[in-house]
């Protein structure tokens, strides 16, 4: 959120940011406001009218795990998931360029 209003200093105006999440519970947690009085602390430093107006500004979307490219940075993987993600990102091996 913070990227968002600087930005908006530069005139550069986003309508909603996408953030990849593969916990299903906390997309509904984050998406009915009802939940967050069962999780206060979860945006718990703003008022109401700020979190109506986050949801609308930030969209959850669903990714499997087995689809978690960011796994190749934080998990220990097996050789066939890390040689996956890493032609996903587009590295390629240099000792094995010819």
Do not use: E
Request: hydrophobic share 45%; with cysteine; net charge positive.
């Amino acid at each position: 959120m913070w990227l968002r209003v600087f930005l908006t200093q530069f005139s550069v105006f986003q309508p909603s940011s996408s953030i990849y999440v593969d916990n299903q519970s906390c997309m509904k947690i984050a998406k009915n406001l009802i939940y967050h009085m069962f999780a206060p602390y979860i945006l718990s430093a703003l008022p109401l009218h700020n979190k109506k107006n986050i949801s609308r500004k930030i969209k959850l979307n669903y990714v499997a795990n087995k689809d978690q490219i960011i796994d190749i940075l934080t998990k220990n993987l097996s050789q066939n998931n890390f040689l996956y993600f890493r032609k996903k990102l587009g590295i390629q091996n240099l000792f094995k360029l010819k």
